[in-house]
């Protein structure tokens, strides 16, 4: 390489001026603070229209996302969840959300939230849209007034949202029966609620359910509403024969609950949450309350087998009572045994349905005395309690009130509690009776003077019998033989005939010449007749060509 | 004959750091006096280590340009898109001016890059006199457009992030960005290491 | 003040000039740039770091675009868009944006602003040599106008089929970006140096 020869610094080109492209910066430390200014109203801004992060405790984050899954109100979204984490006694995860500033009016304490994911429950199956759209959480607005940002997350969706309109009630039962969270309530077999809850009651010795009747249908439960499990298929043996009621399909299939108001009965309102028994069938609930009850104790001869509690006495086939209870005494005074059947009356009843039967008044000596007079004087009429097949199909037994005039005196000693209702026989004693008329009419049949006659019929009857024995003995050995000659007789005379009448016989082919001989006379006759008529003249004329 | 005095001629460096001029010393290892930056006379083995670089970037080129950058998966089905096919889709679209900013960004400008750093290279290797000021300029442009390739880059990065609606619409980056991301960084690379002063260097007489 | 100054593109030594008005001047056979205005005061380079700082705090804390469709809504940050393909297993990609359009702005940003404060006041950062050789360096791996171009094409390809809702943080970061060029055309490498070894006088 060729070094120059050190040149003087004058040598060496200068640098080009160049325009210049930047003015200088005055004022510059305005920049910045409107800068800042700006940022801090951006972030003051965006603090102020941030929402509220609230916390909910779920069972476990099944489908939820940090940061993706959201808070959807009417499906509409309000909130996004930003954080889970699982929490500190590890039974729950704590799902943390920020909910949108407007609408944070909506985080009472009673607000409810759940995960809506496709679920297939008693309802049917729900929740479709989110395999597309992804899971989310939504909300039950509750009615409290006092805010809250820590909630329990529902697992189950829930029956009942806050919107619904309607009431609920508490209906109080033995037991649960077929009913499940999300059975239904009926209306007349319209589908008028849900039942949302239950829950043994403390002690065990029955079940508390809730229902929830939706508007309309919650203005027809009133005091005078009852309640009945319209479960599945109801049927009843009793009595009264075989009875079979069901509601809808989907009660056979979750069971439910119908409810009517009593014909008759007062339909004052009632308040949400009032308490009503739930009865097993519609024939229990719709038992009018009887005001009155009276409780009586019957003794029967003869087996009590086919009466069972729940059995009706009726007085001229109507419903008076019930009975309640059958037992097993054993009298040491008589020293035998005895069966007390514990029967309920409802004297209103006989009261209301005997028309102008009795002239006492309630008003005047009460109740319970203007009962007692009448079954007094009922009884002294003959009105006894009796055992009665109701059902030849089921061998149901039923009491029987009657009016029996034959019966023996008896009287109703109140003293007693449960006062003696007198009894009559039932029906073995009957067929004993019966049995025993049978007997005596037997006996008085004359049977000696019927077995003489019965005898001398015998005899003659036998020598009847003998000489027709003679008479066909005779027939036998003489007449037989005639009457073989007379058949051999008759035979040669039909083998005669037989021969006359043969095929070749003389007589059939004279017979056959004769017939024939006639028939040409017929036909030459018909010819003349022809030509008579063809000529007439020819009677006179004679025939043409005859004539010479 | 006179020769341009050059820093070379008169044994001088200039530090690139912060463009300070000093007299050079026979040494080994030099620093700049003001900022203690690395001294050297020319970026060393700038020919190599560029055109090592220059290569790879073009053989990632094709990758870049035949895989697909993003795949969109909807309901219905999925669709693959490379860089060009992305800029067709804008075509069709309507938006024709985001369209052409696409297709000169991902497609022309590193395809211009890599086909200037050859000829840069070639020529600095060869050192021809003629066509110096224009092969400098060259390199400036190739200096500053380098980095707008970045953009299509930037775009995947936020449709993948954004378009994550599960079942509705995701979208999967590709391996045409893998490779396309390495054409932009290796050509970036590779403009940095090549010294320009080279382009103005005397030929060599052997 | 040494009386050569060489040009760094082709190496053709100048002679030291009384530097014109405008302060510019450019090499004489290649006209590459060679000396910048000196006038720029610290405080017009400190003011305008601030700005940035703020501005990429702004654009980094709050979401750049928010997208609604099909009754779900997704948005995200700057550093949501590296992560998203980080998290795509794209590591490299998801590491080579985060540099570029985080690390580097805030970098360039801080490291400035680090040199320059204690310069202001007359003094010597700790190290201050190597972070003005740091800051120099970085700038060049700063894409943040690359990075707001690539959004925009990003958002209109989002707006065929969904609804499009830019956030705070792109206004932020559009302006970080004009902020930063300003930032770079004021803060010189030679002006830096200038006013580094000034200071160490």
Redesign the interface.
């Known amino acids: 390489m060729t070094e120059p020869s050190n040149p003087g610094l004058d040598d060496l080109p200068s640098a080009v001026p160049a325009r210049s492209r930047w003015g200088r910066l005055s004022l510059i430390w305005i920049l910045p603070a409107v800068v800042i200014l700006a940022g801090a109203f951006v972030v003051i801004h965006e603090k102020l229209a941030q929402g509220i992060s609230i916390e909910i405790r779920f069972h476990n984050a099944e489908d939820l996302d940090a940061n993706k899954t959201k808070i959807r109100y009417k499906d509409v979204e309000i909130g996004e969840v930003t954080d889970i984490h699982v929490a500190k006694d590890r039974k729950e995860v704590i799902v943390t959300a920020m909910i949108h500033r407007d609408s944070t009016e909506y985080l009472v304490d009673d607000t409810r939230f759940w995960v809506v994911r496709p679920r297939v429950s008693a309802a049917g199956v729900t929740g479709l849209g989110t395999l597309v759209s992804g899971a989310y959480i939504s909300i039950d607005v509750g009615r409290s007034a006092t805010r809250s940002r820590y909630f329990v997350g529902l697992e189950v969706p829930p029956i009942v949202t806050a919107d619904l309109a309607g009431r609920q009630f508490v209906l109080h039962a033995d037991d649960l029966g077929s009913l499940s969270i999300g059975s239904l309530v009926f209306y007349r077999h319209i589908v008028a609620g849900q039942v949302v809850g239950y829950e043994l009651d403390p002690g065990g010795a029955g079940v508390t359910i809730k229902i929830f009747a939706n508007a309309p249908f919650d203005r027809f439960i009133t005091s005078g509403t009852r309640f009945w499990q319209a479960s599945g298929i109801d049927m009843s043996l009793s009595s009264d024969g075989v009875k079979l009621r069901t509601e809808s399909l989907t009660s056979i299939l979750q069971g439910g609950v119908t409810f009517r108001a009593l014909p008759g009965s007062a339909t004052t309102a009632v308040a949400a949450d009032t308490t009503f028994t739930l009865y097993s069938d519609e024939d229990r609930a719709m038992r009018p309350t009887e005001t009155e009850i009276r409780t009586f104790v019957m003794y029967f001869k003869g087996s009590l087998r086919g009466l069972s509690a729940g059995a009706p006495v009726e007085l001229h086939g109507i419903g008076v009572g019930e009975v309640k209870s059958v037992d097993v005494e054993y009298d040491r005074d008589a020293a035998a045994l005895r069966f007390p059947v514990v029967v309920d009356l409802y004297p209103q009843r006989i009261r209301g349905r005997k028309a102008g039967g009795t002239r006492l008044s309630a008003a005047q000596e009460g109740p319970e005395t203007v009962s007692r007079t009448l079954i007094d004087s009922l009884v002294a009429h003959g009105l006894r309690a009796e055992l009665k097949s109701g059902n030849l199909l089921t061998g149901q037994k039923y009491v029987d009130m009657d009016v029996h005039a034959d019966a023996p005196a008896e009287k109703i000693w109140w003293k007693e509690q449960p006062a003696v209702f007198p009894t009559v026989s039932n029906g073995l004693d009957e067929i004993q009776d019966s049995v025993a008329g049978i007997a005596r009419k037997l006996n008085k049949v004359p049977f000696d003077r019927i077995s003489v006659r019965l005898l001398s019929t015998m005899t003659s009857l036998e020598q009847t019998l003998k000489s027709t024995d003679q008479l066909m003995r005779h027939v036998d050995g003489s007449l037989a033989p005639q009457i073989e000659a007379t058949l051999a007789e008759a035979q040669a005379a039909m083998k005669n005939a037989k021969d006359l009448l043969a095929q070749d016989a003389p007589l059939q082919s004279d017979l056959g010449a004769m017939l024939l001989q006639l028939s040409r006379a017929a036909r030459s006759v018909s010819a003349l007749v022809d030509y008579l008529e063809r000529h007439p003249e020819s009677l006179l004329r004679g025939k043409r060509g005859d004539a010479p | 004959m006179s020769l341009p005095a050059t820093g070379r001629s008169l044994g001088l460096l200039v530090c690139l750091d912060c463009r300070l001029t000093v007299r050079g010393v026979k040494l080994p290892r030099l620093q700049c006096p003001r900022c203690h930056a690395r001294l050297h006379e020319r970026k060393p083995h700038s020919l190599a280590i560029t055109t090592v670089l220059l290569i790879s970037a073009a053989v990632l080129y094709v990758p870049a340009n035949l895989l697909p950058v993003m795949d969109t998966r909807t309901f219905f089905d999925d669709e693959n898109d490379t860089i060009m096919s992305g800029v067709l889709v804008l075509l069709q679209s309507g938006s024709w001016p985001i369209a052409l900013l696409v297709f000169i960004a991902s497609i022309v400008v590193p395809l211009l890059k890599i086909l200037a750093l050859g000829v840069l290279l070639y020529s600095a290797w060869r050192r021809s006199p003629r066509g110096r000021l224009q092969r400098s300029q060259l390199y400036r442009m190739v200096e500053f457009i380098g980095r707008w390739s970045m953009l299509d880059i930037y775009a995947i990065s936020l449709l993948a992030t954004l378009v994550q609606v599960q079942t509705f619409a995701s979208i999967i980056v590709g391996w045409g960005a893998w490779a396309f991301g390495a054409v932009v960084v290796l050509t970036l690379f590779a403009a940095r290491t090549f010294d320009e002063r080279l382009l103005w260097d005397a030929p060599r007489h052997d | 003040m ?16 009384a530097t ?16 910048r ?1 000196e ?3 610290i ?2 380079a400190i ?2 770091g ?2 940035a700082l ?2 990429f ?2 654009g980094n804390a ?1 979401p ?2 928010a ?1 609604h ?8 940050t700057l550093m ?6 980080y998290d ?1 297993n ?1 590591k ?3 590491a ?2 985060f540099l ?2 985080v690390i580097a702005p805030l970098l360039q940003v801080t490291a400035l602003l680090y040199v320059l404060i204690p310069l202001w006041r007359k003094r010597t950062a700790f190290g201050q ?2 972070v ?2 740091l800051l ?2 970085v700038r ?1 791996w700063s ?1 943040m106008e ?2 707001m ?10 707006s ?3 609804h499009v809702v830019p956030g ?1 943080a792109l206004w ?1 970061c559009g ?1 970080l970006m004009l902020c930063l060029s300003a930032l770079a ?2 803060t010189s ?2 002006q ?2 200038r006013w ?2 000034g200071s160490q006088e």
């Not at chain 3, 469709?69 to 995200?76: D, H, K, L, Q, Y």
């Not at chain 3, 949501?80 to 393909?85: F, H, K």
């Not at chain 3, 171009?149 to 989002?158: F, H, K, Q, S």
Request: with cysteine.
């Open positions: 040494p009386p050569v100054i060489l040009c760094p593109a082709c190496d053709l030594a100048h002679r030291r000039t014109p008005s405008s302060g510019r001047t450019r090499c004489a056979r290649c006209r590459a740039p060679l000396q205005p006038s720029a005061a405080e017009t003011a305008l601030l700005c703020v501005l705090w702004l709050y750049l675009v997208m469709v099909g009754g779900s809504s997704r948005a995200t949501g868009a590296a992560r998203g393909l795509q794209y490299a990609l998801g080579l944006v570029t359009t040599n190597a003005i050789r120099t360096r060049l894409f690359v990075f171009l690539g959004a925009l094409v990003a958002l209109v390809r989002l065929k089929f969904a705070i932020c302006l055309s004021v490498p030679e830096l140096w580094a070894v």
